[in-house]
């Protein structure tokens, strides 16, 4: 039994994590709300009570999921490449514009327009990599500060080029149908993209453990000095990092464009890269872990909107259960005494084996 | 006489499950230098760390002066006066010297501001006064390993301990440096201090050791007085088996050079140069020798050969090919290995797998990658071969190499440098903290690749090593070649010395 512990350890701890931030939220709805029976319900079961709520776990982890993964690649070669948000934010608005300007034949033109995303986010990534590998500028800066400079770019593109006047919003055109990612599954919003967001993280994961170039990401995030004596191109890995890493989040950003809302339509910056940042800290960086770290996510967001929605539980409070959920799952020290005293136990047991055996 | 410290029944399980210390039980005299040796591995570092308070054991207790006690944190035991200094080096590489000295106890103007200049004066007095001598305003992180090392002692000593724990404190010190430690410990001795000492140089046991404790594979062999030792006697309790030593007999066959530096200088980034002119080729066939006090331009002709710095004129062939500013990647693919000075900056990434680490020069080439995509199956075979050849205590080779012993790690690096048939071996201290046997093997190993016709650049604090080893020895001393053996029959330390402190020069 101990055994399997150990093992599975890290899966356990998150596990145990949630079950008390779980209870942390019963004892605060029970506090808050005035019918916590129901609230507590809505919060921890609303997202799997109807199809169209579930189908909204799968959406809203998509856009998180591509954000997760575009951290956890400058993050694995320790670049704190943080500029996530930017990416995504301008690969969409100029996805945006391309896909409004070129009009090309069906079969081509989705795969063209997310290609132009992910060249914005990589050139947007491309900025901070040279600048750090070049001039040995702090990537954690300068991506921040970019974060801006897209924002407020990306809002002139569309206000003022592609704006839609006919709409009551701020909004571009809609997309023409043929650029759309098709939704399949009816009663959801589930479209194409989330099974592209998918294979997306089956890439990734393949693309660090499993090729040249991701092995080299790994060795320079563990040891850049190590590195360059290997013979590793140190210079090349700090960037490309940054490129692929920014490649990813603008073709993310442009999948939620052309899966869900068909036009551009945010006059605030979403919060996807930020969001990425949380589930590439929960997930170590590693992309299957950050699948489920998104699909989590994604859950207590839909949970905490149905609990809005539903119950007296204000908004804000739907927030704070959420993040102490989260602190408890990235508190890395958390029952570590737990499984040192497994450990040693086991230790002991074998120990004893190999004595009575020899 | 006193015992000072009675160490009871220690078991150390580390969270990978390894039993590191299995029921250790000796005691220490006070005013006694105590040795403790062992093979790589056997668990000495993990005692000390558990006697300094940064591991918890699992069972087993610890009596200092009379009293149980029980260290939570390094800082417990300073404060009962227990100083360590740590086979790797723990100082913050982005302090100054004289403030990693005072760390803790800095002088302070008003009580607030950092006093800078009594810092200096107090870094300045130590180092004058153990004779262990160190730039104070420098950077740590600048400073070559072996000047690290200074500092960490003195940052102990000045501490004013009463029991001093020192970690494998010659691996990375000359002779020289060494015997001025040595003094030092046998002063402090006189004062009333106790040692204890880990290393695996016997000699230097024998030379100041009191009493010394055997253990193997975690578990105490024996406690002796070291009268009643020979260095050999020493040996065969850490192994646990007779060992007899061969020579091998010189290679018969020298060939054609394959590393020349012509005309070499290097500037470094204050202006200061430290290479002039340095010329000397290295055959098909021999093992080249640099013999010289650290310091003295060693780890820069290394880097500089092996691409890691930019040299500032002259030439570098290899192989025939001018390898002057060429990268690290280049200059290996043009069979150059290298065997770092500083294992943990550059020749490991810690926190990586050992298979991970020992492919770090090849990882690109077939058999290791087809494609863009690498073979971890071949990978890890491989390592499970090379671990089992350089005889490295592991787990497996998915372990990590933090989870290693300092020698373990250090084979780790030679393993690597070793098994890829390069023509030209560049090796910096490349039996640094490891054991008598598994020196043996290094060796062992560098001999028959110079047999089978590789060239070999070493260079070692260690006279000794250099003697055994070198088929031709140079002496580097203030960045320039002052003296060139070419015939090593006979010659001993004593012909070295005075080229090696600057007394002596060839015209
Ligand atoms: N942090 C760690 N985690 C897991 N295992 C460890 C750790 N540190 C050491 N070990 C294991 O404990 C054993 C003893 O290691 P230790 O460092 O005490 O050896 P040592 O006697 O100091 O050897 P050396 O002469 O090579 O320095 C080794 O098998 C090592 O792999
Ligand atoms: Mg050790």
């Avoid at chain 1, 967001?301 to 539903?310: A, T």
């Amino acid at each position: 039994m101990e055994k399997y512990i150990l093992k599975y350890f890290d899966a356990i701890r998150t596990i145990i994590a949630i079950l008390i931030g779980i209870f942390i939220s019963i004892l605060v709805i029970y506090i808050i709300s005035k019918s916590p029976g129901g609230s507590l319900r809505y919060f921890l079961l609303g997202p799997v009570l109807s199809k169209s709520r579930l189908g909204n776990v799968f959406e809203t982890a998509t856009p998180i999921l591509f954000g997760g993964l575009a951290v956890s690649i400058p993050f694995q070669a320790a670049q704190f490449n943080i500029g996530q948000e930017g990416e995504i934010y301008l690969g969409a608005a100029l996805g945006t514009a391309f896909a409004l300007v070129f009009h090309m034949p069906a079969f081509l033109y989705a795969a063209m327009v997310l290609f132009f995303a992910g060249l914005i986010g990589a050139g947007w990534g491309y900025i901070p990599g040279i600048l750090k590998a070049k001039w040995k500028v702090d990537e954690l800066v300068s991506s921040l500060m970019l974060n801006y400079v897209a924002y407020f770019f990306g809002l002139y593109v569309i206000n003022y080029h592609f704006r839609d006047k006919k709409a009551g919003f701020l909004v571009s055109y809609q997309l023409p149908k043929a650029a759309w990612l098709k939704q399949f599954i009816p009663g959801t919003r589930i479209h194409i993209g989330v099974i592209l967001a998918l294979v997306f993280a089956i890439l990734v994961y393949y693309f660090l453990y499993h090729t040249k170039l991701g092995y080299e990401i790994r060795m320079v995030g563990f040891n850049r000095h190590f590195a360059r004596y290997g013979g590793i191109n140190v210079f090349k890995v700090i960037v490309l990092s940054q490129v692929i890493g920014g490649f990813i989040a603008g073709v993310g950003g442009m999948v939620e464009v052309m899966g869900i809302h068909h036009r551009f339509n945010w006059q605030m910056s979403p919060g996807y890269g930020w969001d990425g940042i949380v589930v590439a800290i929960i997930g170590h960086n590693h992309p299957i872990l950050i699948i489920f770290a998104a699909l989590f996510l994604a859950y207590l967001r839909v949970g905490g909107q149905v609990l809005n929605l539903m119950s007296d539980v204000p908004s804000e409070m739907v927030t704070v259960i959420e993040s102490i959920i989260i602190l408890l799952i990235t508190a890395e020290a958390f029952l570590s005494q737990w499984k040192y005293r497994i450990t040693v136990r086991e230790a002991a047991r074998k120990e004893e084996l190999n004595e009575s055996a020899s | 006489m006193d015992t000072i410290l009675s160490i009871r029944n220690i078991v150390k399980v580390y969270p990978n499950g390894v039993v590191a210390n299995k029921g250790i039980s000796f005691d220490i005299e006070k005013n006694t230098i105590h040795a403790l040796v062992g093979e790589n591995g056997a668990g000495k570092t993990t005692l000390m760390k558990i006697l300094f308070g940064i591991e918890t054991p699992q069972e087993g207790e610890i009596i200092y002066k009379g009293k149980k006690v029980h260290f939570k944190s390094p800082l417990d035991a300073i404060k009962n006066g227990i100083g360590m200094v740590h086979q790797h080096l723990m100082l913050a590489p982005d302090l100054t010297v004289a403030e990693n000295l005072t760390l803790g106890i800095e002088p302070r103007k008003w009580k607030i501001f950092l006093d800078t200049d009594k810092m200096n004066e107090i870094a300045k007095r130590v180092s004058k006064e153990f004779g262990l001598e160190v730039p104070f305003d420098k950077r740590v992180k600048d400073l070559p390993i072996g000047v690290r090392q200074r500092v960490e002692i003195l940052k102990a000593l000045l501490r004013n301990v009463e029991l001093l724990i020192l970690d494998e404190p010659t691996a990375v010190l000359t002779p020289q440096e060494s015997d001025m430690l040595f003094k030092t410990l046998k002063d402090l001795k006189k004062h009333g201090k106790t040692i204890i000492f880990i290393s695996h140089k016997l000699k230097e046991v024998k030379q100041i050791a009191d009493r010394v404790t055997v253990i193997r594979d975690g578990k105490v062999i024996a406690t002796k007085d070291a009268s009643e030792l020979t260095e050999h006697q020493i040996a065969e309790l850490m192994v646990g088996r007779e060992i007899k030593s061969e020579r091998i007999a010189p290679s018969p066959k020298v060939g054609e050079p394959l590393l020349e530096v012509e005309n070499l200088d290097y500037i470094n980034e204050e202006n200061i140069p430290v290479l002039k002119s340095v010329s000397f080729k290295v055959r098909s066939g021999e093992i080249l020798g640099v013999a010289g006090v650290e310091g003295n331009g060693q780890t820069e002709l290394v880097e500089i050969l092996t691409g890691l710095r930019r040299l500032t004129s002259g030439k570098v062939i290899i192989n025939g090919k001018d390898m002057a500013g060429k990268t690290p990647r280049e200059i290996r693919e043009n069979g150059v290995s290298h065997i770092p000075e500083d294992r943990m900056k550059n020749g490991v990434a810690e926190a990586a797998t050992i298979k991970e680490n020992l492919i770090v020069d090849r990882y690109y080439k077939k058999p290791f990658s087809k494609g863009i995509l690498l073979d971890w199956k071949y990978i890890t075979n491989y390592g499970k071969k090379l671990i089992k050849d350089f005889n490295v205590l592991a787990t497996s080779p998915d372990a990590l190499v933090s989870s290693l012993s300092g020698g373990n790690i250090q084979k780790v690096v030679v393993a690597r440098e070793l098994s890829s048939n390069p023509s030209v071996i560049v090796a910096d201290q490349p039996i640094r903290g490891i054991d008598v046997g598994s020196e043996e093997l290094v060796h062992r190993l560098l001999k028959e690749a110079r047999d089978k016709g590789s060239a070999v650049f070493l260079v070692s604090a260690d006279l000794d090593e250099v003697l055994e080893l070198s088929t031709r020895i140079i002496v580097l001393y203030n960045g320039e070649i002052v003296a060139r053996f070419d015939d090593v029959g006979g010659l001993t330390g004593k012909d070295l010395g005075p080229y090696m402190l600057g007394v002596k020069r060839e015209e």
